[in-house]
């Protein structure tokens, strides 16, 4: 049992380093996605402000459009009343109609003004939102060329780290062995094994019984760590 347990040490040794090489090929992408997704937040954000801004001219170009009609309107009609000074009820009927359509043309003009204000304002949000756009899109493009650089490393790891596993899974180690150690692996973080210092488990830092420091120590069969399942070894 011995010679299983320092089997699996030394494929421990290797698989540390893959399981971290392989968190590396998880978070990296992940990470990756999150960045983009922001990006792509903002990018949509500086089109909603555009569209706003675009509403509001066109709004602005509605309200000068109704003020012009208005205008003509204000001068045919006091030609029309200049030629109707006889007719004293159609004079009346006449002023009525500017006055209404001069205190129409005034609220348009005020609400485009105030609609002007806005636009300008949407305006300038956008030129800073670009900029800003523009920078995080720049140090997004650094980023991203590092982390395929290191999506690239990580990869090469793991290939090698794969390769160099293959040679060590010799046939020292039995089946029911290592399934439960690549079981382990999954379930505690790339650490199978623990050392027993004295009585005290390096990876949960549990003291285990004194039966169980006896077992070890025997060594005829692997023994698990009563606190975290690893497989328990001592230093000799
Ligand atoms: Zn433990």
Redesign the pocket.
Known sequence: MQEVLAALLRLQELDQHIFRAQAELKRLPAERGQRLAEIERRVQKLADTRNEAQKLRVRIKELEDTSSAHRLRVRKVESEAASARQDMALLVAFQHEIRTLKREMNSCEEQGLELVGQAEALDKDATAQEAGLESEKQLFGEYDANVQGELAAAQKRVDELGAERKKRLTGAIPPEALTSYNRLLAAREGQAL?ELDGRA??????D?PANVVVRVQRGSELV???????I?FQRG
């Open positions: 623990a488990c390096q990876a949960c830092f549990i285990v698990p760590c009563p606190g975290c399942s690893r328990l």
